[in-house]
């Protein structure tokens, strides 16, 4: 089983990103793929989450309108646009797996039990 991220970089304020989350082992279309971000010295942030089963995503506050998630179920991947980047969105990248549909509250996303995770990738957004 596994989650594989890929796609981050540095990237100029204002540049974009399209991050990547290969699934493989799993029934990739039970499961809902949450991206969450840490920044140094920051809590985990569920940033947006996609789940195909129940037809149903999820946007941060801090990222709506800029980020787009979408996925691809025949490659078992899901890719999260990342447009008009600013520093703060500086951090690890990680996507995890879960059956739930999404939830309309960030608080929910961090507490929750993820059946798998990916390693992480790193954005640098410079100013």
């Known amino acids: 089983v596994q989650l594989v991220e890929s796609g981050g970089g540095l990237v100029q304020a204002g540049g974009s990103l399209r991050l990547s989350c290969a699934a493989s082992?799993?029934?990739?279309?039970?499961?809902?793929i949450v991206w969450f971000r840490q920044a140094p010295g920051k809590e985990r942030e569920g940033v947006s989450c996609i789940s195909s089963y129940y037809d149903t995503t999820y946007y941060a506050d801090s990222v709506k309108g800029r980020f787009t998630i979408s996925s691809d179920n025949a490659k078992n991947t899901v890719y999260l646009q990342m447009n008009s980047l600013k520093p703060e969105d500086t951090a690890v990248y990680y996507c995890?797996?879960?059956?739930?549909?999404?939830?309309?509250?960030?608080?929910?996303?961090?507490?929750?039990?993820?059946?798998?995770w990916g390693q992480g990738t790193q954005v640098t957004v410079s100013s």
């Open positions: 082992g799993f029934t990739f279309d039970d499961y809902a």
């Open positions: 995890a797996a879960q059956r739930f549909p999404c939830f309309r509250s960030s608080y929910y996303y961090t507490g929750y039990e993820y059946d798998y």
